[in-house]
T-cell receptor, first 115, second 110 residues
Framework: DVKVTQSSRYLVKRTGEKVFLECVQD?????MFWYRQDPGLGLRLIYF???????EKGDIPEGYSVSREKKERFSLILESASTNQTSMYLC??????????????FGPGTRLLVL | DQQVKQNSPSLSVQEGRISILNCDYT??????FLWYKKYPAEGPTFLIS?????DKNEDGRFTVFLNKSAKHLSLHIVPSQPGDSAVYFC?????????FGQGTELSVKP
């Protein structure tokens, strides 16, 4: 059974703080993703990674960075948190197989409140 | 520009009746579609998918229909149960990633 865990379920931070969101998957998946979910906007891709030390910008990368030092771990960093980054953050992983569309497996999410 | 659209933010259905959730897409090159279900305080979970070579895929109470000429897909849940109350996202594959719609919140009332 695929397991994707996120370091915190709820976080409260102050404007300007540096915030780290950690994600770990235990299925040796190559691909990992960070999304944010906001009402009426669905799931928006922030960053993704196809391999260790690789990263690609998603649709809304501004204000975020990522780190993938190990295959199982993908970190999302808010360099200087702002109130408009208050959101639900979701991590996902998948394993691509040629000819088969990969299903993404999601973690439980981190609800971040920036004051 | 929203490539995958779910125009109904919410849907309310009586238990035992059919739930129909709709999704439109813009690019006829999209060839694979998925539905995810999300409960509050949980991550989305994969529900059902369909390839563009089919027009229907069924899994128990869940059926997805694909109308390629209209660039439209729908998820049917029959019969609906209170445990189906959740947010449903349609998604398609593009550029090595998934593109999600805005989601439809389904409420199934006893």
């Amino acid at each position: 059974d695929v397991k994707v865990t996120q370091s915190s379920r709820y976080l409260v931070k102050r404007t300007g703080e540096k915030v780290f969101l950690e994600c770990v998957q235990d299925m040796d998946h190559e691909n990992m993703f960070w999304y944010r979910q906001d009402p009426g906007l669905g799931l928006r891709l922030i960053y993704f990674s196809y391999d260790v030390k690789m990263k690609e910008k998603g649709d809304i990368p501004e204000g975020y960075s990522v780190s993938r030092e190990k295959k199982e771990r993908f970190s999302l960093i808010l360099e200087s948190a702002s109130t408009n980054q208050t959101s639900m953050y979701l991590c996902a992983s998948s394993s691509p197989h040629r000819g088969i569309s990969e299903t993404q497996y999601f973690g439980p999410g981190t609800r971040l409140l920036v004051l | 520009d929203q490539q995958v659209k779910q125009n109904s933010p919410s849907l309310s259905v009586q238990e035992g009746r059919i739930s129909i959730l709709n999704c439109d897409y813009t690019n006829s090159m999209f060839d694979y579609f998925l539905w995810y279900k999300k409960y509050p305080a949980e991550g989305p979970t994969f529900l059902i998918s369909i390839s563009s070579i089919k027009d229907k895929n069924e899994d128990g109470r869940f059926t997805v229909f694909l109308n390629k000429s209209a660039k439209h897909l729908s998820l049917h849940i029959v019969p609906s149960q209170p445990g189906d109350s959740a947010v449903y996202f349609c998604a398609t594959r593009g550029g090595g990633k998934l593109i999600f719609g805005q989601g439809t919140e389904l409420s199934v009332k006893p």
